[in-house]
Each structure stands twice: as C-alpha cells, then as structure tokens.
C-alpha cells in the first residue's frame, strides 16, 4: 500500500512538472496564458486530453463487445443453472430414497459418494466460468483502450498535440482545462472509424 501511494505521488509529481513545463514555456515572464493564447496552443501542439470513461462507454466497440460478453454470461449462467437443477434433483431423490427406506446403506454411499463428486464438479464449473468471464472482460477493455491508443497515433496529425492524457476519476490529472477536452473529437472519430471497419 506504501509503495503505491509512493508511485502515485511520483507519477503525480511528474505530470504536474510537464504541465508547469508546457503552461510556462512559451512565456518569459511567467504570465498564464489567457484562453485565447491556449485555444491556438491547441492547434499548434502541447497537451490535450480526453474523459477516458465517457469516450469507453459511448464508444460503440465497447458496446458491441459488452453485448457480446453478457451473451456468453447469459449462457454461462443458463449451463450452470441446469446442472444445479440436475444436483438439486440428485439430492432430493437421495433423501426421499433414504427416509423411506427404499435403499441399502451401500447404495445410499454410493449415492452420496456421486452426489459430493457433482457438487464438487458444479462448484469447479462456476469457478471456471466466473474465472473465465473475468478473463475476457480483461482482454475486452486492453483491446478497446489499444484501440484508442492506436486511432490517436495514426491521426496524430490531425490533433497535432505532444500528449494527449486521459482523465477519469482517481488519475493522475486531476483537473483540465475545458479548451484542451478533445473527448467529443476522439469519440466521433472512433466511432467513425469503428462503423467503416465493422462494415
């Protein structure tokens, strides 16, 4: 827990000097720019960023495979229902069969015996499944902020920025100017781009 309250105050501290570094660079006085000197600063390069969480969840792809993961949750929980309705069956069969009398002591072990080897299958099944859901959902969210990362690389040319941050809740950036948000931008450009590719 130390160590990182340490790296994030180091990675605080960094993004704070870069952005000291960009805010007085250009000035020789130290003056702040106005909002006029940062809007052309925008189109000429220098720092930029993007909500990160609202260009994920309206980002289309994101929808498309969310859609997708709770189908394969929809269906996970439908296999693992079935075979506990199939175990619940077993038990209550088993039960109704010992209190009657209606087995031998030696059937109602082997009963048992196969009723605990399912319900330690079951258990191993939900395991797996839960185990690989999150899996997925892990690859799902790499892939889509790679994908991000990968549109405003091939179109750095035209947000013509040295950085771009992503801000969410919790980062590094704590605070932004609303001149340099671009999320708008980036999110109508991905959708684009994610619209033609899905064709």
Do not use: P
């Amino acid at each position: 827990m130390k160590n990182l309250s340490a790296i994030l105050f180091v990675i605080l501290f960094l993004a704070v000097a870069v952005l000291f570094f960009f805010q007085f660079r250009g000035s020789k006085k130290g003056v702040v720019n106005t909002t006029a000197d940062a809007q052309t600063e925008n189109t000429g390069g220098g720092i930029a960023y993007v909500n990160i969480d609202t260009v994920v969840f309206k980002f289309n792809m994101y929808s498309d495979r969310r859609a997708e993961l709770l189908d394969k949750q929809k269906k996970a929980e439908a296999e693992l229902n079935s075979k506990g309705t199939q175990y619940e069956k077993g038990v209550k069969d088993y039960q109704d069969k010992v209190n009657k009398g209606l087995i031998t002591r030696a059937t109602a072990a082997e009963m048992e015996q196969s009723l605990l080897q399912q319900q330690q299958e079951l258990v191993n099944l939900r395991d797996k499944l839960q185990s690989d859901l999150m899996e997925e959902d892990q690859v799902m969210n790499r892939q889509i902020l790679e994908y991000i990362t990968t549109y405003l690389e091939e179109h750095k040319g035209e947000y013509n920025y040295e950085y771009i941050f992503g801000k969410s809740f919790g980062s590094v950036v704590l605070y932004g100017n609303s001149a340099h948000d671009i999320t708008q931008k980036v999110l109508d450009g991905l959708n684009a781009k994610y619209k033609t590719e899905k064709k």
